[in-house]
């Protein structure tokens, strides 16, 4: 048997905003089925790395490789979940908790056949349904199905976004910030979450702050300050010595750096 692809393979990778250059010569491999924590100062590319693997983003220079094919081609096939990063989201639609869940369903309605997409969405494939309330009940708000959106606390919206997420049942989960501003309850409940995901063999890669979440839960941390400053173990990587490279930009040469095929 060989080898499964790698969820994320990035060689000599490049990216710039208007010529700007955000992310430089960043060459990693992660395999499926692993937590990875992503960790950096503010306008490190963390959400810019993000973008690259949803394909919003195209790189300027170099190869990125989401399950061994192309990041647009994979989140066209439904394989990547992701959860934006919500600062500047505005809230006041009037849209529920279980609608704003089920667009996480969109794209894969249009695999269902014509005469179930006439129907209202949320009743046009059971699947969808059972979907979005598996991960209402994940998150814990199965009770709050029906309220708009815009009424929740920042916490209780995290936890909505994750659900989301999570209702796109995806192979690799991909999280910008899911922990920020949320209530200790909250950070619980979505770390024990993502537990599960990863347990069920998904791969979660997650920006955070939050080194103690993940120094207890992900198996791997990427430290980007707009280049590779290290990937391992948290150990390792949230060690004083890394964390110092970390602040000032410094690459470590002896960790994370996988070699470039010639
Ligand atoms: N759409 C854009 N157009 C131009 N510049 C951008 C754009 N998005 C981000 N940038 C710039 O790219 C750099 C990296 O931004 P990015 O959002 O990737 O950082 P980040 O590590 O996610 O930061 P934070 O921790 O604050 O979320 C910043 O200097 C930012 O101003
Ligand atoms: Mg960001």
């Not at 009037?94 to 969405?121: A, F, K, N, Q």
């Not at 936890?159 to 690799?172: D, E, F, G, H």
Request: no cysteine; glycine share 8%; hydrophobic share 45%.
């Amino acid at each position: 048997m060989t080898d499964p692809a790698p969820a994320l393979q990035a060689s000599r990778l490049y990216a710039a905003y208007h010529q700007q250059p955000v992310l430089e010569d960043i060459s990693l491999s992660l395999p499926q089925g692993q937590w990875t924590a992503i960790v950096g100062p503010n306008g490190a590319g963390k959400s810019s790395l993000l973008n690259l693997v949803i394909g919003s983003l195209a790189p300027l220079r170099g190869e990125l490789r989401i399950l061994g094919n192309s990041p647009a081609a994979q989140r066209r096939a439904g394989n990547i979940a992701y959860m934006a990063q919500q600062e500047n989201m505005e809230w006041d639609f009037p849209i529920s908790v279980r609608e704003t869940v089920l667009t996480g369903r969109y794209g894969m309605m249009r695999h269902d056949p014509l005469w179930r997409r006439l129907l209202p969405r949320y009743w046009a494939n059971p699947s969808h349904r059972q979907a979005v309330e598996a991960a209402l009940e994940a998150v814990d708000m199965a009770d709050h199905a029906a309220r708009p959106i815009g009424e929740l606390s920042g916490g209780q919206k995290k936890r909505v976004m994750l659900a989301r997420a999570l209702a796109q049942q995806a192979k690799i989960l991909l999280l910008d910030e899911p922990l920020a501003g949320v209530d200790p309850p909250s950070e619980a409940l979505i770390l024990e979450t993502l537990e599960r995901e990863r347990a069920a063999g998904r791969t979660v890669i997650m920006v955070t702050h939050d080194m103690q979440g993940a120094r207890r839960h992900a198996d791997n941390v990427m430290l980007i300050n707009r280049t590779l400053i290290g990937m391992g173990p948290p150990e390792e990587m949230l060690s004083d010595a890394m964390l110092a490279r970390l602040a000032v930009g410094t690459p470590s040469t002896e960790h994370g750096r996988v070699p470039v095929a010639a």
